[in-house]
């Protein structure tokens, strides 16, 4: 079996800091850059940020949506942003939250996880919400290929908030819940293992240990949404050094379009997100 998604993300985060850069192209982006909205204008703000990342973030986090919406020429810039990223040796966060049952989840694993797939990236986000026991072959997919699921557990939108504190019938939360499920996963792979949590920033300590999903963490909400590096330093102090992976997307573009503000800009989160949680 390949290395863990999880000691790998160790291993990088180390070496280059927890910073991982958003890439969220949305029509209001691309005005604001003064580009069309149209793929023309995608590839310009994906590369940007692209260039910005190097030697300052350990991955970039594409928001797929923002590619799908121009169709077969919107995937066309996804996968060339993704050849990229790879030749930088940039780890790959594919924010597709995907997540259904059975053959649909196969198909999900074969697209973003399998060797030699234009897409594969080196973890997909998912929604858990038809059930992580449904997801087997994404499960499986990640393992033999050394990469990983981060699962949406306690994301930093309020709206979702009702169903992710609602209580089982055991009498516990549905994201301690699925933070157990993953522990249980994760049981038996060296260091950390290859299923990781999405946990907003926003977010208080959950009944769930943290430190015991033995798993990365993929924690939003820094920057525009008022979280910051000293937030995230705290809730995941007790967590092994280096599983957290902090994406950062609106306050680094805000200092775009230039490649020196954006690199800039980009820099100073990575400095503060290693003095919160290397040091």
Known sequence: MAESFGARLVARVRE??????????SADVLRSWGRDDD??????????????SLGVAAAIKPQVAYFERFGAAGYRV????FDEARSAELFIVADAKRGDIGTTNDGYAEAWLRDGSPLAADALTVSPYLGLGAMGGLLTQAAA?????????????????PVQTARLET??????????Q?????????????????VGATRQHSGFDFENVRGPFLVP????????????????????????????SRAITQAGPERRGLHDAARRYRDDLVDALLK
């Open 182 to 198: 993953l522990a249980e996963a994760n049981e038996g792979f060296d260091l950390l293992g290859p299923y990781g949590a999405v």
């Open 16 to 25: 280059v800091g927890p910073l991982c850069v958003g890439i969220d192209p």
């Open 221 to 248: 909400g820094v920057g525009a949404q008022g979280a910051t590096p000293s937030d995230v330093g705290r809730l995941f102090a007790r967590c092994v050094k280096g599983s957290v992976l902090v994406p950062v």
């Open 171 to 180: 009498g516990e939360r549905v994201e301690d819940g699925l933070l157990r």
């Open 145 to 161: 290929t050394g990469r990983g699921l981060f699962v949406v557990v306690s994301s930093s939108n309020p709206e979702g908030r």
């Open 78 to 81: 996804l996968e060339r942003l």
């Open 39 to 52: 793929a023309v204008g995608l590839e310009f703000a994906a590369l940007q940020l692209l260039e910005a």
